[in-house]
């Protein structure tokens, strides 16, 4: 099985599986300091976006994209 195999296999579930963390997203914000804007590689479903900032997201599994929530950064393929 290829990386990017295993990788959509792990992810099919994700969204059932994983939530937010919020220890790790208030650690991930706080690092942020005040930076507007984000450049989120590798966003997965967004989970760590902070919503009161302006977030691209890249991600290249399609898999990942199609679980992000509708109202969730834009996301593009690399």
């Known amino acids: 099985m290829s990386s990017a195999q295993l990788y959509d296999t792990i992810g099919a579930t994700y969204t059932v599986t994983r939530r937010t963390e919020p220890r790790i997203a208030a650690r991930i914000w706080a690092a942020l300091g005040d930076a507007r804007t984000i450049l989120n590689v590798g966003a997965g479903t967004g989970s760590y976006e902070p919503p009161d900032r302006h977030v691209l997201a890249v991600e290249p599994s399609a898999l990942m994209r199609s679980q992000r929530l ?9």
Do not use: E, M, Y
Request: charge should be negative; aromatic fraction near 0%; charged fraction near 10%.
């Open 70 to 78: 509708p109202d969730a950064a834009p996301c593009l393929l690399i």
